[in-house]
């Protein structure tokens, strides 16, 4: 994939986190975490994977993966109206997993489907995201091990974007660094330019091809920054300095790749994202509420009697 196309996806993403960020603030939706300075990060890693096999794991604020990897945005950004957990875009055709709001959660889930790839031998390789802050957690360290020990074919994709919620990366990070941690799980470690977005997709796209052909695990570290707030509630104007956001603000990574590119090229990609963040909009304001037998159908696989006379007495009571 060329720097055009990488842009011309960053691009979207980015137009997309302000109108979700608009229609929060209209009422639309509840909540919602911006991802705005890390789009080199997570388009330039998603794009990287084979869609045919491989699998990703996101976090709630990975809205650049999705958009990388074709998924369905409204359906997407429906998971945000608490219409339907998971939103309503599906995960196995999009290869991309119902985003998770635990922190550090999709890194064991990912683990988990690395070794089902291994086993099943499907050549697949997971690509799990997590942050500096998330990189403290056990649920990590366990699966970065247990990864390591059964050589499962994933990917450990750190995106360091300088803060966990309110909290400095220097006062978070041990050491210093979440790629060096690799070293003693005896698996590789990488950091990168994290608003490179031609960077990100060339380490990644190694990564990928190394675990694909039975090698160890990799973490890689991509260095950006959350040029937002942490979310939608959240006033970062209270925990860190005007300047740092200045000069970070300097090497965002769409105007960075749009530098390179033509007037012409930037022009369509605007129009482009334009376009797709109206359809999105109109979709996504026309949803209704899901019918509210759903909450019976996707319980169990094999629905327990207990859940049948629940269901059976909703109905009852819903034909009063």
């Known amino acids: 994939m060329n720097l055009s196309e990488l842009h011309r996806l960053m691009l979207v993403a980015r137009r997309i986190d302000e109108e979700a960020i608009a229609l929060q603030r209209q009422g639309v939706l509840p909540g919602y975490a911006p991802m705005k300075g890390q789009e080199a990060a997570q388009v330039g890693s998603a794009a990287a994977l084979d869609l045919g096999r491989d699998f990703a794991f996101p976090t709630y604020r990975d809205l650049g993966a999705a958009v990388a990897m074709g998924v369905d945005l409204a359906g997407y950004l429906a998971s945000h109206l608490n219409i339907w957990h998971g939103g309503l875009y599906d995960p196995r055709a999009s290869r991309l997993a119902p985003f998770n709001a635990v922190v550090g959660g999709p890194v064991t889930h990912a683990v988990g489907w690395a070794m089902g790839a291994k086993l099943d031998d499907t050549g697949g390789v997971a690509l799990t995201y997590f942050g500096d ?16 020990v059964y050589r499962l074919p994933v990917v450990f994709f750190c995106q360091n974007n300088g803060w966990a919620i309110s909290v400095p990366t220097e006062r978070q990070v041990a050491g210093g660094s979440v790629a060096a941690r690799a070293t003693g799980y005896g698996i590789e470690g990488v950091r990168v330019d994290g608003n490179d977005v031609l960077a990100v997709f060339d380490a990644t796209r ?6 694909r052909d039975g090698g160890p695990p990799t973490v890689i570290e991509a260095m950006t920054y959350r040029m937002g707030p942490h979310s939608t509630s959240d006033d970062p104007g209270r925990y860190r300095p005007l300047e740092e ?16 590119l033509s007037t012409v090229e930037v022009a369509a990609a605007e ?16 949803l209704g509420d899901r019918p509210r037998e759903e909450l019976f159908s996707f319980v169990y696989r094999e629905p327990t009697k207990a859940l049948l006379e629940q269901q059976r007495a909703w109905r009852e009571s819903a034909d009063a």
């Open 133 to 148: 802050g998330a990189s403290s957690q056990g649920d990590v360290h366990e699966a970065m091990n247990f990864a390591a």
């Open 206 to 211: 190694e990564a990928v091809a190394r675990a």
């Open 245 to 260: 956001e200045q000069a970070w603000s300097e090497r965002d990574p769409v105007a960075r790749a749009g530098a390179q």
């Open 271 to 286: 129009a482009h994202a334009a376009e797709v963040v109206r359809q999105v909009r109109e979709r996504l304001t026309a």
